[in-house]
C-alpha cells in the first residue's frame, strides 16, 4: 500500500490532527461521578379501575361492571348515552336511556353531581306516557351516579324552552323496587 505524499499526505496528517483535538477537548471539564438515585423504581400496575353502569333486564336494574379510565370518574355516568356492549347484550341487557351526549358537572353542593342531558324531549324530563324519560331511565341515571364513590345527590337536567332548563332531583332509593 502506498503512504499518501505530499499535499494529501499532509491534508490527511492535519485532519487526523483536528479530529484528535476535537476529541480531546469534547472530555475536557466532565468529570465523573457515581450513580445518582432518582427515588423508588416505577411501578406499572396495568389494572384499570372498574366502573358500574346499570342497565336494564326484564325491566328491573342490573348493575353491569365495565372498565374504568384513571382521571374519569363520572365515565359511568357518560356511559349512559352509548348503546351496550355485543356481550351486555347476549345477556339480555339494554338500557332505557336513550343514545345522546350526556355530560356530568359537580356545580351544586358537595357530593351532588348535576347530570347534563341534551334530549329531554316533549314532555321534559318526567316520566309518563309518551316521555322519552321513563321511570327505568331515570332510576339508571340515579343508581349509576350513586354508584361513584362520594355521589350521594343527582340532579338531572336538560334544556328547555318555557324555563330554559328542566331539573328533577334523583335518588337510587326512590327505585329500590326496580332493583
Request: aromatic share 4%; hydrophobic share 40%; glycine share 12%.
Amino acid at each position: 500500500m502506498r503512504k499518501p505524499s505530499g499535499r494529501a499526505g499532509r491534508t490527511l496528517a492535519m485532519a487526523a490532527m483536528a479530529a484528535a483535538v476535537v476529541v480531546a477537548a469534547a472530555g475536557c471539564g466532565v468529570r465523573p461521578t457515581s450513580v445518582l438515585s432518582a427515588g423508588s423504581m416505577p411501578v406499572a400496575d396495568g389494572r384499570a379501575s372498574t366502573i358500574t353502569v346499570y342497565l336494564v333486564k326484564d325491566r328491573a336494574l342490573y348493575p353491569a361492571v365495565r372498565p374504568g379510565l384513571p382521571g374519569h370518574p363520572y365515565l359511568a355516568l357518560a356511559q349512559l348515552g352509548v348503546p351496550v356492549t355485543s356481550e351486555e347484550r347476549r345477556a339480555g341487557l339494554y338500557t332505557d336511556v336513550r343514545p345522546q351526549e350526556i355530560s356530568v358537572t359537580q356545580d351544586g353542593p358537595p357530593g351532588t353531581v348535576t347530570v347534563w342531558v341534551d334530549d329531554p324531549g316533549p314532555r321534559g324530563l318526567r316520566p309518563g306516557p309518551g316521555s322519552r324519560w321513563p321511570r327505568l331511565a331515570l332510576a339508571q341515571v340515579a343508581c349509576t351516579a350513586q354508584a361513584v364513590p362520594g355521589v350521594k345527590g343527582v340532579l338531572l337536567e336538560a334544556p328547555d324552552e318555557a324555563s330554559g332548563h328542566d331539573r328533577v332531583p334523583l335518588d337510587c332509593g326512590d327505585f329500590a323496587d326496580l332493583r
